[in-house]
Every structure is written in C-alpha cells, then in structure tokens.
C-alpha cells in the first residue's frame, strides 16, 4: 500500500513537497486554512521561470501542477499532529487523518494571545471544539473567535451548552448566540472555571474556546524543538520529532519562495527517505 504524508501548509514550500512526494509515489494531502504569505505579494520579480505574476498567480500555479500529479487539497485547518503506534494522525477541521509522515509548511504565524492565555490550555481553555465540547455538555462555556470562520464549530457547542461569543476583530456572529461587545483581554482562573475579562465585564464559564484561523506550533504538535520562533531542523530539513520535517518560512528567515521550493523539495526527499529506512 502507498505511504501516506500530510503537509501543512499550500504555499511554495507545501506544493514543492507534495510534487516531490507524489514523484517517489507517496500519497499527498495538502491542507491549507486561508491564504499564506505569497498570496499577499502583489509581484514577484525574482523566481525563475514565472515572470511578471502577482504571488496570487504563482501560488495558483505550483497548486494546479500539485493537483496534476495527484495531490489532495483540503481546505482545513491543522489543529493537532500526534505521534501513533504506526505513524501520526491529523486532526485536520473536525476530521482525523491517519498518515506515515507530515511535513510542516505552515509559514510564519503570527498570533497574539490573551494575558493568561497559555497557562490555562487544558485547564478551561481549549482551541478545539470538536475534540473537548462533549466535556462541557449541559455547562456554559465561552467561544472567543477571531473571525466568523467557526460558525460549524459555534452550532455545535450551541446545541449541547449555553455559549456566550466575544470577538477578537469585528465580524458577524453566528446566530442565536449571546454576543459581547467588547473586545476580551485576559483570562483568570477563577474557582475551577475561566472567567473572561472585556472591556469592564467579567464572566465565568466552564470552558473557553478560543477559536483562531492559526494554530501556534506549540498547541499543533507539542514537544518541537524551536530555534526561537522558528522550527529547529537539519539540512535535511528534519525537525525534532522523528519522521516529521519542516520547510519554508516557517524555519526562518530570510522569507523567499524559491528558498521555500527548495525546502519542500528537500524536505520531501528526506521524508522519502525515513519511510523506506523505516518500512
Ligand atoms: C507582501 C509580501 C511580498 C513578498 N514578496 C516576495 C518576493 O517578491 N519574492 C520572494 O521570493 N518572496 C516574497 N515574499 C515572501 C514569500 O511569500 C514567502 O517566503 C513564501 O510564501 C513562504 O512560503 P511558505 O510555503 O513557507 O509559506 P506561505 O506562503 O505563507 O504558506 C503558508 C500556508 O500554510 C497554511 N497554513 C498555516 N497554518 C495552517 C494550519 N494550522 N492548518 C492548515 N494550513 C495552514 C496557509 O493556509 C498557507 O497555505 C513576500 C511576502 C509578502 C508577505
């Protein structure tokens, strides 16, 4: 049976690592939530062999020759990698995806979190609703959202808790959710629930989810080295964690996309390669 890689990420660097998969023979799946850092460049002058195109343009390109030599886009956001008996699983939106390696190729992600934040991750803070709103069922529980990109996450909590809504940035909330006004700025403990602070309010829930379009590397797979903000790795584009590599501007600068292209490539062939030394 064909080996299976997840990549994170369809920017320069995800596309090169799937095409280069897909020419060993290995299954790609390639999963991106909202547009990378090339897709914001309005001209790319320096990479070979595409003149004259906006980022928008060259990225819609390595995409259509990725999908060509059969690589499977989703449109979904990476929550959590975890390490298997047999290889690792992706949690990937509200579907798990089983796989032998993953490549990380995520780009830069830039996420301010809340004061008290990180000290209560699993302990009435949770970034995913699919995975602990059943521990909550019959409670109250809090969404925070960045942005209106949950709404499937919000009908759900909505028909097992009673869930208040508060907004990183402006959007529309979902329907028949009591919704805040203000914009939420910390978070305390507070007698075993969380109670959220906005603007001059405050309230406690039994959980909060706090629902963002990026998952910080250390809430997508626990246990990374860093090298600072950037993900640690070898030449051969490995990172920390046996069987996962990493590529593109996520391991730091400088940010260019045929630098990131040569990564994917890279990082692909080492990958290639752990799957054969470890069939
Ligand atoms: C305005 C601007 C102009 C630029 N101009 C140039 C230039 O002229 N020349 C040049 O060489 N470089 C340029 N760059 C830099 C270049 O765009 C980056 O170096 C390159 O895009 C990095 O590629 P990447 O694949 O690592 O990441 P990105 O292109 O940032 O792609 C990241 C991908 O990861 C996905 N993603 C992130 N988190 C998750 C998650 N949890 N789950 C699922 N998917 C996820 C995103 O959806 C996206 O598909 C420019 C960048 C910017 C912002």
Not at 50 to 72: T, Y
Not at 184 to 208: F, K, W
Request: with cysteine; charged share 20%; net charge negative.
């Amino acid at each position: 049976m064909a080996k299976h890689g997840v990549i994170i990420g369809a920017g320069p660097a995800g596309c090169s690592a799937a095409m280069t998969l897909r020419m060993r023979n290995i299954d790609a799946t390639i999963l991106s939530w909202g547009e990378g850092a090339l897709c914001k460049a309005r001209r790319v002058d320096n990479y070979p062999g595409l003149p004259e195109m906006s980022g928008a343009e060259m990225n819609a390109v390595f995409r259509r020759q990725a999908e060509g030599m059969g690589a499977v886009f989703k449109s979904a956001l990476a929550r959590y990698v975890q390490k298997t008996r047999r290889g690792f699983t992706v949690l990937a939106g509200e579907e798990m995806l089983s796989c032998d390696t993953v490549i990380l190729c995520s780009g830069i992600g830039r996420i301010s979190r809340l004061a008290g934040e990180d000290a209560l991750v699993g302990q009435g803070v949770s970034y995913c609703a699919t995975c602990d709103g059943m521990l909550y069922r019959g409670g109250s529980v809090a969404v925070i959202a960045q942005d209106g990109s949950f709404e499937e996450d919000v009908r759900f909590l909505q028909g097992i808790c009673r869930v208040d809504y508060y907004m990183e940035k402006p959007h529309d909330a979902p329907g028949g959710v009591t919704v805040h006004s203000d914009r939420p700025q910390a978070l305390r403990a507070e007698g075993g629930r969380v109670t959220v602070i906005a603007g001059q309010e405050e309230a406690s829930y039994d959980c909060v989810f706090i629902l963002r379009p990026a998952v910080a590397l250390s809430m997508l797979l626990p246990g990374l080295e860093m090298n600072g903000e950037a993900v640690r790795v070898d030449e051969n584009m490995a990172t920390s964690v046996p069987g996962v590599f990493a590529a593109g501007d996520i391991v730091g600068a400088p940010y260019q996309a045929a630098r990131a292209v040569g990564q994917g490539n890279t990082a692909a062939l080492a990958a290639a390669r752990y799957l054969s030394d470890n069939a």
